[in-house]
């Protein structure tokens, strides 16, 4: 009775399972798209049919099939498959899963396979326990992450692991996606025969933005929510098509690169004083549904990298405006966001703050330096410049060794250009 309860449970959450976990191909036969990385000859294709998965690292934006390809490599693989969240598995589940690991690997000599989703979010602590056990080979790692990873990931993890960057899917890829949920409902024991117009068709693939879960899950929805004619068919019109799929699913650009490319380009035209470049990128980047924080973040770092001493009130500008986004939210804060994008695209522009990268390499290279004795702390022969007329006198601040050493390299903008000019002149004086 209670095996037969389990089956039970097991098959009513099998049949509200959403279309697109019920419709995920099992094989790559019936895997559509990233044909870059899974052609006839290709090395992730040959891995995963032979049973040869080493350390990989998936990225791509959501619905490209990174969870189908884990899911067609457990169905391939001898491997016991073990699957985590980074961020709900905890250091001592993880290190669990690698004891078990090793304990089947010594007694049945059958290996592991750890996947682990949203990697991008694991924490150093964690990343310390499973690194050990991929270097002796205890388990084999696959990591699933929408960030880029060379940006997002742990570099540890990264430089162990061959990474395959999944794509949104084409055009073609999506037509036959529809075609797949139209042949399911054909299928079913209750069979619905489904039809669209080509207006309905154009817009469901142009508004997935390549993404097969937003596709299947909109269209499952006008199915399911259309009443059959008379005929017994369910017709979806582009009226239809439209209020299933809502809003344009972004994806930050057609080759579906990641948000660090926008991010990019919006950092770039506000380097390059394009106040209407940059509320393009502002205004993608909205739509795709970024975090305003990390806008923000951004922002503060251009104030310094890209304005910096050209104008100092930049970072105070948008510091002030990302306090008040804080305090106002949405829709209203989008005026602060605006406000600092356009302040620090519009800014004379000066990058004179990456001196102090200079400065850490002349650390670096140099070890014979000592503090000057006139700048030691309780020196008697330290000359104080607030005893001089201009509060400036006379006086070597380097070590000997680096006397004359130019360090600083001022731009000739803004409020920088007439401090650099007063300060020369001062000491020709």
């Not at 992730?44 to 959501?62: E, H, M, T, V, Y």
């Not at 310390?128 to 997002?152: C, H, R, V």
């Not at 054909?186 to 993404?211: E, P």
């Amino acid at each position: 009775m209670h095996s037969e309860n389990l089956f039970t449970n097991y098959s009513q959450i099998e049949n509200n399972a959403p279309l697109a976990d019920k419709l995920r191909p099992k094989n790559l036969d019936d895997f559509f798209g990233q044909q870059p990385i899974l052609n006839e000859n290709s090395l992730l294709r040959s891995a995963i049919l032979n049973d040869k998965i080493s350390n990989f690292i998936f990225s791509g934006p959501p619905g490209v099939g990174k969870t189908t390809l884990i899911e067609i490599i457990s169905f391939n693989t001898r491997s016991k498959l073990i699957k985590l969240n980074a961020v709900l598995t905890s250091v001592k589940e993880l290190r669990n899963e690698i004891a078990n690991a090793k304990d089947r690997l010594i007694n049945s000599k059958r290996k592991t396979i750890l996947f682990i989703d949203e990697v991008h979010r694991f924490t150093s602590v964690q990343q310390d326990a499973l690194l050990p056990s991929i270097e002796n080979g205890t388990i084999t790692f696959i990591g699933a992450t929408t960030e880029n990873p060379f940006f997002a990931v742990n570099k540890a993890l990264v430089s162990r692991s061959r990474i395959f960057t999944l794509l949104p899917l084409t055009e073609n890829d999506l037509q036959k996606i529809i075609q797949k949920v139209i042949t399911h409902y054909l299928k079913l024991k209750d069979s619905k025969k489904v039809y669209l117009t080509k207006d309905a068709i154009n817009h469901l693939i142009k508004f997935s933005g390549g993404d097969a879960r937003t596709l299947i899950n909109a269209l499952e929805m006008a199915i399911e929510t259309t009443a059959e004619n008379d005929s017994k068919e369910i017709n979806i019109n582009l009226s239809i098509a439209e209020d299933a799929i809502q809003k344009k699913n972004i994806v930050y650009d057609k080759n579906g690169q990641n948000h660090y490319d926008v991010i990019s380009a919006f950092i770039k035209s506000i380097r390059g004083s394009d106040p209407d470049a940059t509320l393009f990128w502002l205004a993608n980047m909205l739509e795709a549904g970024e975090d305003p924080n990390f806008i923000f973040i951004r922002l503060l770092i251009s104030a310094s990298e890209d304005i910096g001493m050209a104008d100092p009130n930049a970072i105070v500008v948008v510091q002030s405006c990302c306090d008040a986004f804080d305090r106002v939210g949405f829709p209203e804060g989008l005026y602060f966001l605006t406000q600092a994008s356009l302040y620090l695209s519009m800014s004379p522009k000066s990058n004179s703050a990456k001196s102090i990268f200079k400065a850490i390499e002349k650390i670096k290279l140099t070890n014979d330096f000592d503090v000057p004795p006139h700048l030691r702390n309780n020196s008697n022969s330290y000359v104080n410049p607030h005893n001089y007329p201009g509060n400036w006198v006379a006086q070597e601040y380097l070590p000997k060794s680096l006397s004359g050493i130019k360090i600083w390299e001022p731009n000739n903008n803004g409020w920088e250009k007439i401090k650099y000019e007063e300060m020369l002149r001062r000491k020709e004086n």
